[in-house]
């Protein structure tokens, strides 16, 4: 029966994915949804409250799962090069949904998911200096980093930056190493 229903809302997901690519989600119906999956309305409520449900569960199936799957392993320092690579290799569609507003959008779901993973890495993991960010909660932390990493993120896929998922990761990944301090060479510096 599970495996009947996970079907279904795989068909759901692969008709509203297919709709996304023709035309934007403002215009997509649920009637469209279901008709595009061959099942009848009622069945697509069983599954999910709305169209935004179904993003989440993209969200979920597509990249939150494969990165638990790194997080149960103790492999946290391969996430961020999976989510790059998730959002590569479907990247016209999530540009798509990048254009979605609103407190439900995928920005705002990917930035949620961002931040709760951030967080329990943080409360997974002991800090290197807690006395140095003692007056910082990691809440705090959590959200310094989620802005950088989303907003890089979505503007990587909504501006066809050329580079790869690999060349975004090794950039990312240094910046994030490295103080805006350590990054600037200052004019008559003695370094």
Same mark, same amino acid.
């Given at each position: 029966?599970?495996?009947?229903?996970?079907?279904? +809302?795989?068909?759901?997901?692969?008709?509203? +994915?297919?709709? =996304?690519?023709?035309?934007?989600?403002?215009?997509?119906?649920? &009637?469209?949804?279901?008709?595009?999956?061959?099942?009848?309305?009622?069945?697509?409520? &069983?599954?999910?409250?709305?169209?935004? *449900? =179904?993003?989440?569960?993209?969200? &979920? &199936?597509?990249?939150?799962?494969?990165?638990?799957?790194?997080?149960?392993?103790?492999?946290? *320092?391969?996430?961020?090069?999976?989510?790059?690579?998730?959002?590569?290799? #479907?990247?016209? %569609?999530? +540009?798509?949904?990048?254009?979605?507003?609103?407190?439900?959008?995928?920005?705002?779901?990917?930035?949620?998911?961002?931040?709760?993973? %951030?967080?329990?890495?943080?409360?997974?993991?002991?800090?290197?200096?807690?006395? +140095?960010?003692?007056?910082?909660?990691?809440?705090?932390?959590?959200? %310094?980093?989620? %802005?950088?990493?989303?907003?890089?993120?979505?503007?990587?896929?909504?501006? #066809?930056?050329?580079?790869?998922? #690999?060349?975004?990761? *090794?950039?990312?990944?240094?910046?994030?190493?490295?103080?805006?301090?350590?990054?600037? *060479?200052?004019?008559?510096?003695?370094?």
């Amino acid at each position: 029966m599970e495996d009947k229903r996970e079907l279904t +809302k795989d068909l759901l997901t692969m008709s509203f +994915k297919e709709l =996304v690519m023709q035309m934007p989600f403002e215009k997509i119906t649920i &009637k469209m949804i279901t008709d595009g999956a061959g099942v009848i309305r009622p069945t697509f409520y &069983k599954h999910f409250q709305d169209k935004y *449900e =179904v993003i989440e569960w993209i969200l &979920k &199936k597509d990249i939150a799962d494969k990165i638990q799957v790194l997080t149960d392993n103790n492999m946290e *320092e391969d996430i961020f090069r999976l989510l790059c690579s998730c959002l590569e290799k #479907d990247r016209e %569609f999530y +540009k798509r949904l990048y254009l979605i507003e609103g407190p439900n959008s995928f920005e705002a779901l990917l930035s949620r998911y961002i931040f709760d993973m %951030f967080l329990s890495l943080l409360n997974k993991y002991p800090l290197k200096s807690p006395d +140095k960010v003692a007056i910082l909660s990691k809440d705090s932390m959590a959200r %310094f980093y989620t %802005f950088g990493l989303a907003d890089s993120l979505k503007y990587w896929i909504t501006h #066809d930056i050329p580079y790869s998922s #690999d060349q975004l990761y *090794e950039a990312y990944s240094y910046i994030i190493r490295n103080s805006i301090l350590n990054l600037i *060479e200052f004019p008559g510096s003695r370094i």
